[in-house]
C-alpha cells in the first residue's frame, strides 16, 4: 500500500475516529486490518504520524519490537510515534535498540508537534514520544579514520592507505599502544599537518580500551576504523560515504573485502569473506545481523571494512562496543554491527575497497583467544535469541533492495551468498550454529597481538 508522507496512522489510539488518520486494527471498523506481529502495509518513510494505542501494554518481546522497528522504517524523519502506555516494561529500552529516539532529541516537525498536542487531547493520557533521526548526507562531512595501534610492522602501510584517500574532508587519529616509538616515528615523517594526530597511551590499555580511546578523540560526524595491519583502497571512504547519501535510512555502510598475506598478495576468501550477495546492495538491517549472528559468521566485515555515524553509539558511553548489554569480548565488531543494524539499514557495496591482513602475528591463531571467541558469539546470539527476531526470517535469507534504491521500491528476500540453509528451530540449536561460525570468522577484535 502507498501514501505519501501525510498518512497518519491510529493503530487503536483513539476510542473514537481522528480526523485524517488511517485506521489500522483487528476489529471490523478498521480501513486496514492489521494484528501486531505483521508488518505494516505501507512503503518506508510513508508516514507523517504513528499513534499506538494502549495494546502495547500487551505486547512483550519480539512482538513490541517487531512493531518499534515497523514504526521507525515507515515514518519519515521530522515524523512523530507516539506510543500509549501505563509506564514501565521495556519499551524505551527496546525503541533505543530500534533507531527510535525520545522526540526532545530529534528534529520533529511542525505539523507532527501540533498533532501531539490534539492527540493529548484524546486516547490515552501517558504516552511517550519518538522520532526518527534523518540519516541523509547532503555535504561533505568530516570523516574520522581510527587506527588503534600497536604493532609496527605493517603500521606504515595502513597510515599511508588512509592518507591516500580520495575523499578530501577526513581526520586521522593514531592511538599508539605500543611500547617502541618507531610508530611515533612513522607518524611524524608522513605530511599530514592538522589532519594526522597522534597520541601515545600514557599506559598500555590493550585493544578494546584503545578501541575506545580513538572513538573518543574522533572529531568527525562519521568513523572509519582502520587497523594497523590492514589497507584501505583509496576510494574506501568516499565510496561509502555515498552510500549514505544515496540510501537515506541507513546505520551502516560495508563492502566486500579481501584477506591478504604478509606480503600484500591476495589469499582465497573464507566463507565470512564471501559476498554477501551478487550486486551492490540495501539490506535490511534486521536482516543482515540475523544471518551474521544465527550463523555465527562475520559477513558484515572486520572493523577495517564498515563506514558508520559516531553519534550512532553515543548511548552506549562509556562502556562502547556492546549489543543490548552483551560485550562481547573479543568480537567488538559483531556486537557494533549488531546494534548498529537494529538502528537503521545497511548498504553493501559488492566493490572491494578494503583489505585485511591474516598472519601468524595475530591473536587468533591462540586457542585460548578462539575459545574466548566462540564463547563470546554464544553469548551474542543468546542475546539475539531472547529479542525474538530470529523468528522474522531465516539465517540465509536478507531483505534487500537495489542500490541506489528506486523510488517506491519493495524489499525482496534473497539468499545470502556462501551461507548454507540452517534450521532455526529451537534456541538449542544455538551451539551447534556457533560451532559452524567459529570456522571463517575472520579476524574478530581487528587487531594483531
Known amino acids: 500500500m502507498s501514501r505519501g508522507p501525510d498518512l497518519r496512522i491510529d493503530l487503536a489510539y483513539a476510542l473514537r475516529r481522528l480526523p485524517g488518520y488511517l485506521v489500522m486494527g483487528s476489529h471490523d471498523t478498521a480501513d486496514v486490518p492489521f494484528h501486531p506481529r505483521q508488518d505494516f502495509p505501507f512503503e518506508d518513510r510513508a508516514a507523517s504520524v504513528i499513534a499506538v494505542g494502549p495494546l502495547i501494554a500487551e505486547l512483550r518481546g519480539e512482538a513490541l519490537l517487531h512493531l518499534l522497528l515497523e514504526c521507525r522504517r515507515v515514518i519519515t524523519p521530522g515524523g512523530l510515534v507516539r506510543i500509549a502506555t501505563p509506564g514501565g516494561g521495556d519499551l524505551e529500552r527496546l525503541a533505543a535498540l530500534a533507531g527510535l ?5 530529534v528534529p520533529i516537525g511542525s505539523e507532527a ?3 501531539s498536542a490534539a492527540l493529548d487531547r484524546v486516547g490515552a493520557t501517558a504516552a511517550l514520544e519518538f522520532g526518527k533521526r534523518n540519516r541523509g548526507v547532503d555535504s561533505d562531512p568530516l570523516v574520522s579514520v581510527l587506527i588503534p595501534a ?3 610492522r605493517f603500521f606504515a602501510a595502513s597510515l599511508d592507505s588512509a592518507l591516500a584517500q580520495t575523499y578530501a574532508n577526513i581526520e586521522i587519529v593514531v592511538c599508539d599502544d605500543s611500547a617502541g616509538t618507531d610508530i611515533e616515528q612513522c607518524v611524524r615523517s608522513r605530511p599530514g599537518g592538522h589532519a594526522l594526530r597522534y597520541e601515545r597511551n600514557e599506559t598500555r590499555l ?3 580500551a584503545n578501541f575506545i580511546r580513538c572513538l573518543e578523540r574522533a572529531r568527525g560526524e562519521f568513523v572509519k576504523f582502520l587497523c594497523d595491519d590492514d589497507l584501505l583502497a583509496p576510494t574506501c571512504v568516499s565510496s561509502l560515504l555515498e552510500a549514505f547519501r544515496l540510501a537515506p535510512d541507513i546505520s551502516l555502510a560495508t563492502s566486500r573485502r579481501q584477506r591478504i598475506d604478509d606480503d600484500g598478495r591476495c589469499l582465497p576468501d573464507q566463507p565470512a569473506t564471501l559476498p554477501i550477495v551478487g550486486e551492490s546492495s540495501v539490506i535490511a538491517g534486521y536482516s543482515l545481523a540475523n544471518a551474521m549472528l544465527m550463523v555465527g559468521l562475520n559477513t558484515v566485515g572486520e572493523p577495517s571494512t564498515v563506514l558508520f555515524r559516531k553519534a550512532d553509539l553515543l548511548d552506549q558511553a562509556p562502556e562502547y562496543f556492546r549489543f543490548d548489554g552483551v560485550a562481547g ?7 557494533t554491527w549488531s546494534a548498529l543494524l537494529l538502528k537503521g539499514d545497511a548498504v ?3 566493490d572491494c575497497q578494503s583489505s585485511f591482513r591474516f598472519h601468524r602475528g595475530q591473536r587468533q591463531h591462540d586457542p585460548a583467544m578462539l575459545q574466548r571467541n566462540a564463547d563470546s558469539i554464544r553469548g551474542l546470539q543468546a542475546a539475539w535469541l531472547q529479542l525474538g527476531l530470529h523468528q522474522r526470517i531465516r539465517p540465509d535469507m536478507l531483505l534487500v533492495k537495489p542500490y541506489p534504491p528506486p523510488p517506491g521500491t519493495d524489499w525482496q528476500e534473497q539468499r545470502v551468498q556462501g551461507i548454507a540453509a540452517v534450521p532455526v528451530e529451537a534456541a538449542a540449536e544455538t551451539s551447534r550454529m556457533s560451532a559452524l561460525g ?3 570468522v575472520g579476524r574478530l577484535d581487528g587487531c594483531a597481538r
Open 348 to 350: 553493501y557495496l559488492s
Open 101 to 105: 529516539e525520545p522526540a526532545q532529541r
Open 329 to 335: 569480548r573479543g568480537i567488538i565488531d559483531m556486537v
Open 150 to 152: 600497536y604493532n609496527p
Open 206 to 208: 590493550r585493544p578494546r
Open 113 to 115: 508537534g501540533a498533532e
Open 438 to 440: 567459529t570456522v571463517g
